[in-house]
């Protein structure tokens, strides 16, 4: 058991993180034992805090992915009241009590993952779940968590809570860009057309009067530039291409460029402003890339690779299909590829 959190994170673990908290011996052992339930896919630590609670679930609630409360709910409640803020921000936050009988989801069922953790745990303890969110209880599709288990961005949180109400009452439309493998879940239809609807797309449509938005990372931009070319004139050239092809920004997965650019602060620069991984690689690699692209003798001469932007996509995209060809403007050129990607709901 940890007293101090400080010295025992782990920060540079890319898998999410857990703490399980416990307040007598009896809970010790509980926490232990959901600590192996999940290891295998959480980082977990277990803490036997002694004294005022405040400073360590402030720093919890901050960096963990997760709180699990081996305790009573008032006790839970109390600890995390001063630091919830958003359903979209907040972690899972987890009850079990200590005689291991009910594990209960408290907050952030949905995006956080708590009816997730809830049921894993639960399973894994021969416990009883206990999951109070109105679509869960219903046995009907719940947008917002299923978007986030499948690293959907959500467009507009407003719509979602509205969408969550209304299939209690009614069955609404649902359109994918996507392949759909399986049954649909309780609740949606296929459609096109309706005043409410859930739309699975790459673009910035709104097949529907109110459409809420699910907005998959399947975009792969690829990047080439003149050396010292800045921030601002890679940001509007990628950000006019985006909007004529009606491509969501929110679909970006990353951006691609040849490993000759891996130190251009412009490009780098722009990555970091939009949040996107920069990825790159070496002519060789961009060479071996299967496709027809627009080979430039130019550019070969010069870096080794007849078309960078074009084929760092296609690459990053998984042998990906290309939706925009080389586009070029003041010494940047950009280039989009699709990754392949089938919609499962089960």
């Known amino acids: 058991m940890n007293d101090n959190p400080m010295t025992t994170e782990q920060e540079s673990s890319p898998r999410k993180k857990a703490a399980v908290l416990s307040f007598t011996p009896r809970g010790s052992r509980l926490a232990n034992a959901a600590a192996d339930i999940l290891k295998e896919d959480w980082d977990v630590l277990c803490y036997m805090p ?5 400073d360590l679930t402030a720093h919890l609630f901050a960096t963990c992915d997760a709180l699990i409360f081996v305790s009573a709910c008032g006790i839970a409640v109390r600890a995390i009241a001063p630091y919830v803020a958003s359903k979209t921000s907040d972690p899972a936050v987890v009850v079990m ?19 997730e953790l809830t049921r894993m745990l639960a399973e894994g303890l021969g416990a009883n779940p206990v999951i109070t ?47 759909i493998d399986g049954e649909l879940p309780e609740g949606v239809y296929l459609a096109y057309a309706g005043k409410l609807g859930a739309a699975i797309t790459f673009r910035t ?3 529907f009067v109110r ?27 990628v950000s006019e291409v985006l909007a004529e092809m009606d491509l969501d920004p ?45 080979a430039s003798v130019f550019v070969k001469k010069a870096v080794g690779v007849d078309n960078v932007c074009e084929r760092s996509a ?16 003041n010494g940047v050129t950009v280039a989009a590829a699709l990754e392949d990607r089938r919609i499962c709901f089960e």
């Open 133 to 179: 969110t109105a679509t869960d209880v219903n046995g009907k599709f719940s947008v917002d968590a299923w978007a986030a288990r499948n690293g959907m961005a959500i467009d507009s949180m407003e719509l979602a809570k509205l969408f969550s109400v209304r299939i209690l009452g009614e069955d609404l439309p649902l359109y994918s860009e996507f392949p």
């Open 211 to 237: 459409t809420l938005r699910l907005v998959p990372k399947v975009i792969h931009l690829g990047i080439g530039c003149r050396r010292g070319t800045e921030e601002q004139a890679i940001d509007k050239v």
């Open 314 to 329: 296609v690459l990053s995209a998984g042998a990906g299909k290309l939706i925009l060809h080389k586009t070029s403007q």
């Open 97 to 115: 009590d200590e005689g291991g009988s009910n594990v209960i989801s408290l907050l952030s069922g949905h995006i956080g993952g708590a009816n």
């Open 205 to 207: 449509i709104h097949p």
């Open 50 to 54: 002694k004294g005022e609670l405040k």
């Open 250 to 294: 929110l679909a970006v997965a990353d951006v691609s460029s040849i490993d000759l650019k891996a130190d251009e602060p412009g490009l780098l620069a722009f990555c970091a402003s939009r949040g996107w991984k920069p990825r790159f690689y070496t002519a060789d690699e961009l060479m071996a890339v299967e496709g027809e692209f627009s």
